[in-house]
DNA sequence: GAAAATCTGTGACGAAAATCACAAAATGAA
DNA sequence: TTCATTTTGTGATTTTCGTCACAGATTTTC
């Protein structure tokens, strides 16, 4: 009946709002498998946003370039929505970039088609604000970190509170989400 | 017919979506006005989460008390919604504290009469929506700011996107705001 | 499997910011 | 107004962290 992957992704939405089977349906009518290999982009800086993707496999990275350098502000790993959400909200150009960190497997979820989705059924939109809903709370708790913790701290938060990001992401990305130097990290993580 | 203060709300709720007159009105059978002296708690830590509050004028802010110095994680301005997001959605005590940093004016929206307005129509729905994606815009930036930007530039970052927090916040607030050592930010400011 | 590219660890050093301390200024309360 | 409290400015000192430099390790590419 459902593949494999659209069991993950309907699981997944049901931790925010439960829809119908038929609500389902025409969500998955929406959704467009897309595969990344290593290093390419899902969404280029100076590029129009289309839409968001929901992670199947893989990893990607939201990153800014800032005088030359790659600076992380984001990562989603399996069963997350990445998305750039000013430039897809207010339809601009995006000037960051999301970018597959290791091979990745996603659904597309095309921008319109989802706007168009917010008016067929009020479900649609309970959805959508809850998961907004939860990724404020994240972002929120980001800013505390950024606003508050010291270095290890900031470590240990991530140690405590997102395990998978220090397998899955290379230190040097890490560091740059943490706003701390490539070194300090590295000394930080080398003591115990 | 409408009183200033609820046309200061209908425009601002016109910004992310605009109701009918007579959606507008059941929204305002949810709105108790409430107003706060100086240094008085709007929510406190500890405390159950009833709902946030719309700024009609004044200042609200929100902090955490850490090693028991009160570091300032947001601030709100007449025409914003006063929140703490995370003891709302999950029903819990909050960790924050929202404190009036001015006498304050304010209408509350009661976490129950908001979750039966979702209810009723997907319009509130909607609104809600768009109201939380324009706060998690907002809040992507802050992370930004905090994990890019040295401490001078962080000030300028006020300086031209929130001038107004400037005049209306103490310094000393501002400072863990920005995740920086209040002397700090005094000697930016005293330079130029 | 060899070469290239990327990523990590580590020392030395310096700059930047935190901390400490206290005085001055501004604000609020009686 | 006067006194108390809060907020701000500024110097001296210490600490932390960023920067630079380079070597070793790991991963990717062809």
């Excluded at 897309?34 to 968001?52: D, P, Q, R, T, V």
């Excluded at 990607?60 to 929505?81: A, C, H, S, T």
């Excluded at 706007?115 to 709370?137: D, I, M, T, V």
Aim: negative net charge; charged residues 25%; proline residues 2%.
């Amino acid at each position: 009946m459902y593949s494999e992957n659209e069991i993950i992704l309907r699981r997944t939405l049901d931790k925010y709002h439960v829809l119908t089977d038929e609500e389902f349906s025409d969500f998955l009518k929406v959704c467009e498998y897309k595969s990344f290999s290593k290093k390419e982009c899902l969404l280029e800086a100076g590029n129009y946003n289309y839409g968001i993707y929901f992670v199947i496999s893989g990893t990607v990275g939201l990153f800014e370039l800032i005088d030359g350098k790659e600076m992380y502000q984001n990562f989603f790993l399996p069963g997350e929505f990445a998305n750039e959400l000013k430039s897809l909200t207010t339809q601009s150009h995006s000037t960051k970039n999301l970018i597959a960190l290791d091979a990745t497997e996603s659904y597309h979820l095309d921008r319109q088609q989802l706007l168009n989705l917010y008016e067929q059924s009020a479900s649609y939109e309970k959805l959508g604000r809850k998961l907004l809903e939860h990724l404020l709370a994240g972002q929120n708790e980001l800013s505390h970190v950024l606003q508050s913790l010291k270095p290890e701290e900031r470590y240990r938060y991530l140690e405590e509170y997102r395990p998978k990001l220090l397998n899955a992401i290379p230190l040097t990305y890490l560091a740059s989400y943490l706003g701390l130097a490539r070194e300090t990290l590295s000394r930080i993580r080398a003591k115990k």
